[in-house]
Nanobody
Framework: QVQLVESGGGSVQAGGSLRLSCVAS????????MGWFRQAPGKEREGVAV???????NYRDSVKGRFTISQDNAKNTLYLQMNSLKPEDTAMYYC????????????????WGQGTQVTVSS
C-alpha cells in the first residue's frame, strides 16, 4: 500500500506562487499514475494534473500554462508548481497514486494523502 504525505500549502495573494510536495512511501516512478486533485468547500472534486508512468503530463484546462507537475524519482516525491495563482484555485489539494487510467480529470485514485490547503486571496 502506497502512503502519500502532502506539504507546501499556504495562503498567498493572487498572482503568487506555491510549490506543493507529495512524498511517497515507495518507489512510484515508471509504475504509477501520479496526480493532483483538489476540492473546495461546497464544490465537486476536480482533477488538476497527472504524470503517467512514462513521464507524460496532462492538465485541466484552467491550470494549463500556470501549473507544472513533476517528480523527483530519487526522492520519491511528486511536485506541483503553481504560478499566477487565482482565488478560484483555493482548495484542499491532494496527491494520488493509481496503477490505471491516467488522465487530467482523474479524481479517484487507489491511494491518496491527507491533503494540503491552498488559499488565494484577491
Amino acid at each position: 500500500q502506497v502512503q502519500l504525505v502532502e506539504s507546501g500549502g499556504g495562503s498567498v495573494q493572487a498572482g503568487g506562487s506555491l510549490r506543493l510536495s507529495c512524498v511517497a512511501s515507495e518507489y512510484t516512478y515508471s509504475r504509477y499514475c501520479m496526480g493532483w486533485f483538489r476540492q473546495a468547500p461546497g464544490k465537486e472534486r476536480e482533477g488538476v494534473a497527472v504524470i503517467d508512468s512514462h513521464g507524460n503530463t496532462n492538465y485541466r484546462d484552467s491550470v494549463k500554462g500556470r501549473f507544472t507537475i513533476s517528480q523527483d524519482n530519487a526522492k520519491n516525491t511528486l511536485y506541483l508548481q503553481m504560478n499566477s495563482l487565482k482565488p478560484e484555485d483555493t482548495a484542499m489539494y491532494y496527491c494520488g497514486a493509481d496503477l490505471y487510467d491516467c488522465y487530467a480529470g482523474k479524481t479517484v485514485f487507489a491511494y491518496w494523502g491527507q491533503g494540503t490547503q491552498v488559499t488565494v486571496s484577491s
